[in-house]
């Protein structure tokens, strides 16, 4: 398959784990991940800066666009990284990160992902690996803001593998 032809296979998917350098990192290692780019999705500002974001009144959370090569790595392949690099029982917070950009979320692209997604958690719910209740949003995918470019790939540019 040609770059063209992968190209026109690729999917996406957009998860929200918490700081966004540190998820994009763990999703740059997945074979069959073909890129991925950090921005802010779920809010109401059009256009928000990091500034914006971090403000906290926007409502948009920090998350990773993965496109990625459906016949190489599945959707729920990709589930399983989103919930093993975060805790997912943490309401707006990961870490000593703090506020609703840093909400655990999924946010689907269709009803596959989000029948996919809804199935995932469940699976973790039921699971009893987590002491407290899963606090993950599963919500419609809005539109995708770019976030700027010096925190693209920002640990790979400074040489660090996580956060």
Known sequence: MDKNEMAQSAKTAVFGAGCFWGV????????????????????????????????????????????????????????TVFWENHDPTTLNRQGPDVGDQYRSAIFYEDEEQKAAAIASKEERERSGRYRRPIVTEITPASTFYEAEDYHQQYLEKRGLASC
């Open 24 to 79: 994009e990192a763990a999703y740059r290692q997945i074979p069959g991940v073909l890129s991925t780019r950090v921005g802010y999705l779920g809010g109401t500002l059009k256009n928000p800066t990091y500034k914006d974001v971090c403000r906290g009144h926007t409502g948009h959370a920090e998350v990773v666009e993965v496109a990625y090569d459906p016949a190489r790595v599945t959707y729920d392949d990709l589930l």
